[in-house]
Each structure stands twice: as structure tokens, then as C-alpha cells.
């Protein structure tokens, strides 16, 4: 009797574990995350001295985790991976590139991943850096006041005598008599001895930085008689007789001389240059003050 009244116990014991498990809810499955964010937008690319620094919009995938950079020698060409960044760290949306040659054009791309590991699609915008020399704190002197060092030639980065036939100067100081004012003018050599264009510039206002001014204008505003008032925190840009942009800004400005910042593209044939041809020098002559290389000295008074 004993015997039949445990197998019955055992029997609704093991009924009782069935009835268990039949409603036992099952382990949930992973989720596995194969969504890539969206291709970066707005990317840009800043020239600096054999170097680039690139910027673009953030993405705003809750996953985000960051970026892979990549450059290439054209726009539709392979692309190659040269770093990243990462979101959790400050200013992710900023990539600078370095060991750039200057003149070199290289070509730009980033695309975002998440936290998954998913990358998704290279930015489509066209962005493109060539780095150019540049330099700071530099100083030429009036030419009345007696230095040789007052004149500035870009393709060289040196400083020279205006009057020099072989020192190609671009740029050099003078200063003017209004009434009982003396004020100092930048001026440069419109045209050389033989008529042919030489260099243009033309006074980009005043700039809170020097990197504020960071593309040449167009075919229009350059001074008709190649001066322009030298003025604190004002950015000046060139194009020289190699068909080249430069620019520099004016940091301070002294008795006799002025001290200011410079770049130089050294790349002929760049997006941000002229690309019409320039006029000869008109047959009626040119207005008063305008200084021709290798005649006579320019009209100034100082």
C-alpha cells in the first residue's frame, strides 16, 4: 500500500514539473544591429601649411561611435583610410591632416560607424585641400626710410629692396602726405617693362583672424591703380605674375614700417585662381601712381 502511495506522489510530482515547463517563456533572441549611420554631410577641407584640416556636420544617430577619414588624387577615385575619430572625445567632427607636400591637391571623404560596427556611405560633397606656405610676423620698413628690406616677394618668402631687378618683389610700403596726415599704402607693380601683367591687389577689409579670408575673389575689385591703404587687421589678397594667389594681414603698423602675417598657394592652375586671361596694359597709358616693374620709381610722397 505504501508503495502505491508514493508512486502516486511521484506521478503527480512529475505531472506538476510538466505543466511547469509547458509554460516556461523562452530566452529572447539578440538583436544583431546591421543599420550603418547615414553619410556625413557638409564636409569642407581648410588649406593650412603642409597640412589640412577638414570639418564636417555631426551626425545624430543615437548609436554613433564616429568617423573614418579617408583621401584620394581625384574626386571619383579609391579612396584610402587615413584615421579617425571618435565621439566620446571633443570636437569629433574635425579631422587635421598632416604631411601634406604644399601644392599638393588631395581629395576628401568621411564616413560615420556606429557602436555595432556598421559604416556606412563616404560623404558626398567634394571637399579638397592644397596646403601652402605661410609665414608670421614679418616686417618691412617704408622706402623712405632708408632699409633695403622694404619689400616682400612671396614666391620666395623673402624680404628684399623694391628696386631690385632681380629680387621679384611683390609687395612693398610707402607712405603718402594728406595735409598734415601721413599715411602708409601697400602698393605693388601693376605691370612689368613690357606691358604685361605683373601683380593685383585689393584690400579684403578687416578680418578678425587671417584665416578668416580663405579663398581668393573673383575677377573683380582689384585696384585700378595697385595700392591700397595699409590698415591694423585688415587681410590684403595678391594675384602675382605666376598666376598665383597670395594674401597677408596686417598685425601692427609703426612709425616706419608694418609687421604682418602671409600665405602663398603655389599651386598654378588651382580652383580658387583666375582662369581668364589678364589685359595687357592699355595703349592710352595708366592713371597716375601706378607703378610698372623696371621703369621709373612710383609717385609717392613720404
Not at 94 to 113: D, E, K
Request: net charge negative; proline share 5%; glycine share 8%.
Amino acid at each position: 500500500m505504501k508503495n502505491i502511495f508514493i508512486s502516486a506522489l511521484c506521478f503527480a510530482a512529475l505531472l506538476s514539473l510538466q505543466a511547469c515547463n509547458s509554460n516556461t517563456v523562452a530566452d529572447p533572441q539578440p538583436i544583431v544591429d546591421n543599420t550603418a549611420p547615414g553619410a556625413p554631410t557638409g564636409l569642407y577641407a581648410y588649406s593650412l601649411n603642409q597640412s589640412a584640416e577638414l570639418y564636417w556636420n555631426p551626425n545624430t544617430e543615437f548609436d554613433l561611435a564616429g568617423y573614418y577619414v579617408y583621401r584620394s588624387s581625384s574626386y571619383d577615385g579609391q579612396y584610402t583610410r587615413i584615421g579617425q575619430t571618435n565621439v566620446n572625445t571633443a570636437n569629433s567632427n574635425i579631422f587635421l591632416h598632416t604631411g601634406i607636400p604644399n601644392g599638393a591637391t588631395v581629395f576628401y571623404a568621411v564616413a560615420a560607424f556606429d557602436a555595432a560596427g556598421n559604416e556606412g556611405d563616404l560623404s558626398i560633397a567634394e571637399a579638397t585641400a592644397t596646403p601652402r606656405p605661410e609665414g608670421f610676423n614679418v616686417q618691412i620698413f617704408d622706402i623712405g626710410s632708408g632699409s633695403l628690406q622694404n619689400a616682400f616677394d612671396f614666391q620666395t618668402a623673402t624680404r628684399a629692396d623694391y628696386l631690385s631687378p632681380t629680387a621679384g618683389a611683390d609687395v612693398y610700403l610707402v607712405r603718402k602726405i594728406f595735409g598734415a596726415a601721413t599715411i602708409p599704402f601697400l602698393k605693388v607693380y601693376r605691370f612689368d617693362m613690357n606691358g604685361n601683367p605683373d601683380t593685383d591687389i585689393q584690400d579684403m577689409g578687416y578680418t578678425n583672424t587671417f584665416d578668416d579670408i580663405f579663398q581668393a575673389p573673383n575677377n573683380t575689385g582689384w585696384s585700378e591703380i595697385g595700392e591700397a591703404e595699409a590698415i591694423v587687421g585688415h587681410t590684403y589678397v595678391f594675384l602675382l605674375n605666376d598666376n598665383c594667389y597670395a594674401k597677408l594681414r596686417i598685425r601692427s603698423i609703426a612709425a616706419n614700417n608694418i609687421t604682418f602675417d602671409w600665405a602663398y598657394q603655389t599651386q598654378t592652375g588651382n580652383t580658387a585662381l583666375r582662369s581668364a586671361a589678364r589685359p595687357k596694359m592699355p595703349e592710352s597709358g595708366l592713371p597716375s601712381g601706378v607703378a610698372v616693374r623696371g621703369k621709373s620709381a612710383p609717385s609717392s610722397k613720404k
